[in-house]
């Protein structure tokens, strides 16, 4: 078997709605072989794998996908299965797995869930192997396959604080996504979106973070707001260090002077040479130490959210208990295989660590890794009590003295962090803390998993105190998406809607062209997949966000957001057909109806009456899973469905004497004349006219006023709002219109189009190289009857195909439709329309369908084509008539 590629699908996708990765496998010589046909695979596979005796497949029950191998079931189907088995182990289980063919003999795309995508991407590749090996009756050493994608997922994992947050984050619905393979996370849309790292938030201060990172600083800060803190000093050398100790008398504490985690600390240091070994161990950490008086007592750890106390918890250094025959090297080992103790801070505990600090804490208590403790004697292998040395935690919020939290929360603000960490050393956290201890030091980004995971006492939910702190109140952190997607349309109904309810606010747009935030062009280039959509949303400008969301990003990409308010569905016509496995009308509409199925409850629909798929649509199984509001919008306003759906109390949009109605039960109200609409060619361009109502009804839908959309669809003009779209330009003798128009759909429309402006129409067309030649040739046939005369241009990018393959396709066509058709080909856009424009008749219409609207208007331009909204009443050519007809 040959792996052709593999994809993740981040959002939402025609397999599930969830990400997953979609291998596309060639079987190859196995694609007719079924697993009962191949002597002992079964057995041997199971043997290999025996957590497959467990699979359910579709029979529903445990044993069902050997009882399919065992009559018979292809390799692509058991590659799923094998690498949803590997999962497990490896510490990244899934349970979603699907097998679906790939749209040509031997090609199947292999579906499965993940958490994390390089290690699964890993698994499905080893997947494969696994079956070739079976197939062929060779060893697979399976081990190292797990341990490498366990090793990946574990460095990849969120530590304990980033996934307390995000966990917060979807309890309280807002959108989350990671920014890098670490902690680096944003929360929420646009104007209300936040960065966290671990728990540093984007409202955390740089100089609050340096002024926690200089331990001396900060103390004599919280000293002169009157908060108790241990006298120190900060030292370079040995002999400062036992200066300090020697001035400061008694017991020392020795620490790096800006490190974190328990690094390097040492406690209750009382000779001069405890002072020297201890400061080269902080020393080799960080170049300045801090030598400051020990504070006797039980240690804690107080966290401030806001301004606020939300959790505290008594530390536990690291420590074992004896049972009289292990020795405390093998006590340290046994309490590291607790499953809540992992490696760094993956877990609720860290690994206990034998370091030099162990080590020293050992010589000075006279012991050796070796010894044997007493039964139930315990040992504490350090003095620092940080979780990331090992160390354990009890909650005791609930025993805060009120002055005690007065103080943590003072100090917390008198160096302006929004998260901090305080820790204190006293004899009793409930009592209050100036009769009896100190603050020992603040910390930013302090973690937070021993108060969401203490080791006894009650959990705190620390990483919601640190979301409700950015996300006051009930805010889910979200802006409003309006989502349009649909074969012909998409872009037009985009831009109309971004107009409309752009006023006064910014909005963020994804098109074919590119991404405009606040109504300017940030990037050029097709951005209607997840990269647009992701690129609009972590925008902190924008209050709305209007995404164009096509086909190909969502076979290719998934979604590129969770849920939308509005979903915009403009029609479902045969374009792109056997592209990404997509042969047919309804695999297309398949994957247009992604975006129906993630309009969020509660939200709204928006569908064209008289497309018959999209008619159907409320009915279909995933769309009625959520309560939605439904949209119906018709040309006609006799439409069965559009009548239907108003007369049971629905909204409806149509056109009633040449006026966008909107229809509610027996109400209309009129939102504006035809006449009003120059992006419709002031109503003879009837596509742009349902373009215009599937616009309005999603802006009545977001709660626009009627007088607001009115405006929007006046001021919307052509040329400078819908470049490539519908661009009329006066040039000599007649007019010029430019389009995007690619397809059997578009050209269609542009056909009645040109009948009826009623005067002489001549089109400069082509069809994209990677469409089938049936579809290419049924263009011709549309066009033959459309136009009075035709030149059938090359594109530039010919899509695979030989020079003039395509035009010749069409021409033959058109010639055997019309043998006395004026039907030319040109191998050259620019030259057929100098070559058009020169022939140009008087009140001639020429249609230019072009990928390159943009080059062919400063073309028109230079051959004296000057840009206007409408044709002129063949009867007096005046600029101030509307269309004929």
């Given at each position: 078997?040959?792996?052709?590629?593999?994809?993740?699908?981040?959002?939402?996708?025609?397999?599930?709605?969830?990400?997953?990765?979609?291998?596309?496998?060639?079987?190859?010589?196995?694609?007719?072989?079924?697993?009962?046909?191949?002597?002992?695979?079964?057995?041997?596979?199971?043997?290999?794998?025996?957590?497959?005796?467990?699979?359910?497949?579709?029979?529903?029950?445990?044993?069902?996908?050997?009882?399919?191998?065992?009559?018979?079931?292809?390799?692509?189907?058991?590659?799923?299965?094998?690498?949803?088995?590997?999962?497990?182990?490896?510490?990244?289980?899934?349970?979603?797995?699907?097998?679906?063919?790939?749209?040509?003999?031997?090609?199947?795309?292999?579906?499965?869930?993940?958490?994390?995508?390089?290690?699964?991407?890993?698994?499905?590749?080893?997947?494969?192997?696994?079956?070739?090996?079976?197939?062929?009756?060779?060893?697979?050493?399976?081990?190292?396959?797990?341990?490498?994608?366990?090793?990946?997922?574990?460095?990849?994992?969120?530590?304990?604080?980033?996934?307390?947050?995000?966990?917060?984050?979807?309890?309280?619905?807002?959108?989350?996504?990671?920014?890098?393979?670490?902690?680096?996370?944003?929360?929420?849309?646009?104007?209300?979106?936040?960065?966290?790292?671990?728990?540093?938030?984007?409202?955390?201060?740089?100089?609050?973070?340096?002024?926690?990172?200089?331990?001396?600083?900060?103390?004599?800060?919280?000293?002169?707001?009157?908060?108790?803190?241990?006298?120190?000093?900060?030292?370079?050398?040995?002999?400062?260090?036992?200066?300090?100790?020697?001035?400061?008398?008694?017991?020392?504490?020795?620490?790096?002077?800006?490190?974190?985690?328990?690094?390097?600390?040492?406690?209750?240091?009382?000779?001069?040479?405890?002072?020297?070994?201890?400061?080269?161990?902080?020393?080799?950490?960080?170049?300045?130490?801090?030598?400051?008086?020990?504070?006797?007592?039980?240690?804690?750890?107080?966290?401030v959210v806001n301004g606020e106390l939300v959790a505290a918890a008594e530390r536990q250094p690291a420590h074992v208990v004896g049972d009289g025959r292990r020795t405390i090297a093998e006590l340290i080992?046994?309490?590291?295989?607790?499953?809540?103790?992992?490696?760094?801070?993956?877990?609720?505990?860290?690994?206990?660590?034998?370091?030099?600090?162990?080590?020293?804490?050992?010589?000075?208590?006279?012991?050796?890794?070796?010894?044997?403790?007493?039964?139930?004697?315990?040992?504490?292998?350090?003095?620092?009590?940080?979780?990331?040395?090992?160390?354990?935690?009890?909650?005791?919020?609930?025993?805060?003295?009120?002055?005690?939290?007065?103080?943590?929360?003072?100090?917390?603000?008198?160096?302006?962090?929004?998260?901090?960490?305080?820790?204190?050393?006293?004899?009793?956290?409930?009592?209050?803390?100036?009769?009896?201890?100190?603050?020992?030091?603040?910390?930013?980004?302090?973690?937070?998993?021993?108060?969401?995971?203490?080791?006894?006492?009650?959990?705190?939910?620390?990483?919601?105190?640190?979301?409700?702190?950015?996300?006051?109140?009930?805010?889910?952190?979200?802006?409003?998406?309006?989502?349009?997607?649909?074969?012909?349309?998409?872009?037009?109904?985009?831009?109309?809607?971004?107009?409309?309810?752009?006023?006064?606010?910014?909005?963020?747009?994804?098109?074919?062209?590119?991404?405009?935030?606040?109504?300017?062009?940030v990037h050029a280039g097709d951005m209607t997949g997840p990269g647009g959509a992701n690129m609009v949303l972590f925008d902190p400008s924008v209050e709305l966000a209007v995404l164009e969301t096509a086909?190909?990003?969502?076979?290719?990409?998934?979604?590129?957001?969770?849920?939308?308010?509005?979903?915009?569905?403009?029609?479902?016509?045969?374009?792109?057909?056997?592209?990404?496995?997509?042969?047919?009308?309804?695999?297309?509409?398949?994957?247009?109806?992604?975006?129906?199925?993630?309009?969020?409850?509660?939200?709204?629909?928006?569908?064209?009456?008289?497309?018959?798929?999209?008619?159907?649509?409320?009915?279909?199984?995933?769309?009625?899973?959520?309560?939605?509001?439904?949209?119906?919008?018709?040309?006609?306003?006799?439409?069965?469905?559009?009548?239907?759906?108003?007369?049971?109390?629905?909204?409806?949009?149509?056109?009633?004497?040449?006026?966008?109605?909107?229809?509610?039960?027996?109400?209309?109200?009129?939102?504006?004349?035809?006449?009003?609409?120059?992006?419709?060619?002031?109503?003879?361009?009837?596509?742009?006219?349902?373009?215009?109502?599937?616009?309005?009804?999603?802006?009545?839908?977001?709660?626009?006023?009627?007088?607001?959309?009115?405006?929007?669809?006046?001021?919307?003009?052509?040329?400078?709002?819908?470049?490539?779209?519908?661009?009329?330009?006066?040039?000599?003798?007649?007019?010029?219109?430019?389009?995007?128009?690619?397809?059997?759909?578009?050209?269609?429309?542009?056909?009645?189009?040109?009948?009826?402006?009623?005067?002489?129409?001549?089109?400069?067309?082509?069809?994209?190289?990677?469409?089938?030649?049936?579809?290419?040739?049924?263009?011709?046939?549309?066009?033959?009857?459309?136009?009075?005369?035709?030149?059938?241009?090359?594109?530039?990018?010919?899509?695979?195909?030989?020079?003039?393959?395509?035009?010749?396709?069409?021409?033959?066509?058109?010639?055997?439709?019309?043998?006395?058709?004026?039907?030319?080909?040109?191998?050259?856009?620019?030259?057929?329309?100098?070559?058009?424009?020169?022939?140009?008749?008087?009140?001639?219409?020429?249609?230019?369908?072009?990928?390159?609207?943009?080059?062919?208007?400063?073309?028109?331009?230079?051959?004296?084509?000057?840009?206007?909204?409408?044709?002129?009443a063949r009867e007096t050519r005046s600029p101030d008539l509307r269309l004929a007809g």
């Open positions: 078997m040959k792996i052709i590629r593999i994809r993740a699908l981040q959002g939402a996708n025609m397999f599930a709605d969830f990400p997953v990765l979609r291998m596309t496998l060639d079987l190859e010589g196995l694609v007719d072989t079924s697993s009962a046909e191949i002597p002992g695979f079964t057995n041997r596979l199971v043997e290999l794998l025996p957590g497959l005796r467990s699979h359910r497949c579709s029979r529903g029950y445990a044993g069902g996908f050997v009882e399919r191998l065992r009559t018979g079931t292809y390799l692509g189907h058991i590659v799923e299965h094998v690498a949803l088995e590997l999962s497990g182990p490896s510490g990244i289980e899934v349970g979603y797995g699907k097998t679906v063919y790939g749209g040509r003999p031997g090609i199947y795309e292999v579906v499965v869930e993940y958490e994390d995508e390089e290690a699964m991407r890993l698994l499905l590749e080893a997947a494969v192997l696994i079956c070739d090996a079976v197939v062929e009756g060779r060893p697979f050493e399976i081990e190292p396959v797990i341990a490498r994608a366990r090793s990946i997922a574990d460095d990849r994992r969120l530590g304990p604080s980033t996934a307390a947050i995000v966990r917060a984050a979807r309890e309280r619905n807002i959108p989350w996504r990671r920014l890098n393979d670490q902690s680096l996370l944003v929360l929420g849309h646009g104007i209300h979106r936040k960065l966290v790292e671990a728990t540093v938030t984007g409202q955390t201060g740089h100089i609050a973070v340096e002024l926690a990172g200089d331990k001396q600083l900060t103390k004599d800060l919280l000293a002169a707001a009157g908060l108790p803190v241990p006298a120190g000093r900060v030292v370079r050398s040995e002999e400062e260090a036992v200066a300090a100790y020697r001035a400061l008398g008694g017991p020392c504490a020795i620490k790096p002077l800006d490190a974190n985690q328990g690094r390097g600390v040492s406690l209750a240091l009382d000779s001069e040479a405890d002072i020297r070994r201890a400061f080269k161990i902080a020393k080799a950490i960080r170049g300045r130490v801090l030598v400051e008086r020990h504070v006797t007592g039980r240690n804690y750890r107080v966290l080992a046994t309490e590291n295989e607790n499953p809540a103790r992992r490696t760094g801070h993956s877990g609720a505990l860290s690994t206990i660590e034998i370091d030099e600090v162990v080590q020293a804490r050992l010589a000075k208590v006279g012991r050796t890794l070796g010894d044997r403790l007493a039964n139930g004697e315990r040992y504490d292998l350090r003095e620092s009590v940080n979780l990331s040395t090992g160390g354990t935690a009890s909650d005791v919020t609930d025993s805060v003295h009120p002055d005690t939290r007065l103080a943590c929360e003072r100090a917390a603000r008198v160096i302006g962090l929004d998260v901090c960490g305080i820790d204190l050393v006293c004899d009793d956290i409930a009592r209050a803390l100036a009769d009896q201890g100190a603050i020992i030091e603040l910390n930013a980004a302090p973690g937070i998993r021993m108060h969401e995971h203490p080791s006894s006492g009650t959990p705190r939910r620390a990483g919601e105190a640190i979301v409700r702190s950015l996300f006051p109140g009930d805010s889910d952190g979200r802006v409003p998406i309006i989502s349009v997607t649909g074969t012909n349309g998409k872009t037009t109904t985009a831009r109309v809607i971004a107009h409309i309810l752009g006023a006064g606010r910014c909005v963020g747009m994804t098109t074919t062209s590119g991404v405009s935030i606040g109504g300017r062009m086909r190909g990003g969502m076979v290719r990409r998934g979604l590129g957001y969770d849920w939308s308010d509005i979903g915009v569905l403009t029609n479902i016509q045969a374009d792109h057909l056997g592209q990404d496995g997509l042969d047919s009308v309804d695999d297309i509409f398949r994957v247009k109806k992604i975006v129906a199925e993630r309009v969020r409850e509660g939200g709204t629909l928006v569908l064209n009456a008289e497309d018959p798929r999209l008619a159907a649509l409320p009915r279909d199984q995933r769309v009625r899973r959520l309560r939605r509001n439904i949209a119906f919008f018709a040309l006609d306003p006799s439409n069965a469905v559009l009548r239907g759906h108003v007369e049971h109390g629905g909204v409806g949009y149509a056109v009633i004497d040449s006026r966008i109605v909107e229809l509610r039960g027996r109400e209309q109200h009129e939102i504006a004349h035809l006449a009003h609409v120059p992006s419709s060619l002031f109503g003879a361009a009837t596509f742009a006219v349902a373009n215009a109502l599937a616009a309005v009804a999603a802006c009545r839908a977001h709660g626009a006023s009627i007088d607001a959309v009115r405006d929007g669809l006046w001021s919307f003009d052509n040329q400078r709002h819908n470049p490539g779209r519908l661009n009329l330009y006066r040039v000599t003798r007649g007019y010029a219109i430019v389009d995007y128009g690619h397809n059997l759909s578009a050209y269609d429309e542009a056909c009645k189009l040109a009948a009826r402006l009623g005067r002489p129409s001549a089109a400069i067309l082509s069809a994209p190289g990677d469409r089938p030649d049936d579809l290419i040739q049924a263009i011709g046939g549309v066009v033959a009857h459309g136009f009075d005369r035709i030149c059938v241009k090359d594109d530039d990018d010919r899509r695979g195909r030989a020079p003039l393959e395509v035009p010749t396709l069409m021409a033959d066509v058109i010639r055997s439709a019309r043998p006395d058709m004026d039907c030319t080909i040109d191998p050259d856009e620019q030259g057929a329309i100098h070559r058009m424009m020169a022939s140009l008749r008087p009140d001639e219409v020429v249609f230019i369908f072009t990928e390159h609207t943009e080059r062919t208007g400063e073309y028109l331009r230079q051959l004296g084509g000057v840009p206007v909204d409408r044709i002129a």
